[in-house]
């Protein structure tokens, strides 16, 4: 069974402080996306990164792929309290690139 | 539509009550998900369409659950004989295009069910 542990499973920080957030497993994925979920609605696709060792940048949202495609991990430099949210991330399985997802990191931002 | 449209967006059953869930995707898209979802957690993967053809049923958790997509476009999610484990939002996703590694999801906001 391919897993994708997602860590922390909860963050609460102070507006301006940066933050990590960690997507692992012990399985090669043709790609990792990114979702952010809202209250009440669905998750919207952030990213995709789909190159080992690949880094994408979404205003202060980085994103970097392992070079082994096996993690990914989410970077927020200066949190700001609409960065709130749940924030989920999912392989793409190499052999049916159907989604595996992880339990998702619930961010809280204080202003 | 714009996106991929859900209803009812809340459902209240009593145990042992059949529902149905819909989800209209986005027009034209080929692929079409159902996901369930605990609070808190991550989706977890119900069912897969190719048009009309359901490719992989193999999230469905028993027998209870059924979903079909008979034109290619709507999609119903049923649930004979609701449990109260069954309480959670059921999303629907489509894709334009079948199953990829760039391929992008669009969500419904989701119907959450609960079982009383």
């Known amino acids: 069974t391919q897993l994708l542990e997602q860590s922390p499973q909860f963050l609460s920080i102070q507006e301006g402080e940066n933050l990590t957030v960690y997507c692992n497993s012990s399985?090669?994925?043709?790609?990792l996306q990114w979702y952010r979920q809202e209250p009440g609605e669905g998750p919207v696709l952030l990213v995709t990164?789909?190159?080992g060792g690949e880094v994408k940048k979404l205003k202060r949202l980085t994103f970097q792929f392992g070079d082994a495609r096996k993690d990914s991990s989410l970077h927020i430099t200066a949190a700001q309290p609409g960065d709130t949210g749940l924030y989920l991330c999912?392989?793409?399985?190499?052999?049916?690139?159907?989604?595996?997802w992880g339990a998702g990191t619930k961010l809280i931002i204080k202003p | 539509g714009a996106g991929v449209s859900q209803s009812p967006r809340y459902k209240v059953a009593k145990r042992g009550q059949d529902v149905a869930l819909r989800c209209d995707p986005i027009?034209?898209?080929?692929?079409l998900f159902w996901y369930q979802q605990a609070l808190g957690q991550g989706p977890e993967f119900l069912t897969y369409?190719?048009?009309?053809?359901?490719?992989?049923k193999s999230g469905l958790p028993s027998d209870r659950f059924f979903a079909e997509r008979p034109e290619g476009s709507v999609s119903t999610l049923k649930i004979q004989r609701t449990q109260q484990e069954d309480s959670a939002v059921y999303l629907c996703?489509?894709?334009?295009?079948?199953?990829?590694?760039?391929?992008?999801?669009?969500f419904g906001s989701g119907t959450q069910l609960s079982v009383l």
């Open positions: 996703a489509s894709s334009l295009r079948h199953p990829s590694t760039n391929e992008k999801l669009f």
């Open positions: 027009s034209g898209h080929v692929s």
């Open positions: 369409f190719q048009n009309e053809a359901q490719l992989d």
């Open positions: 399985s090669v994925f043709s790609s």
């Open positions: 990164v789909v190159t």
């Open positions: 999912a392989g793409v399985r190499v052999s049916n690139y159907q989604l595996i």
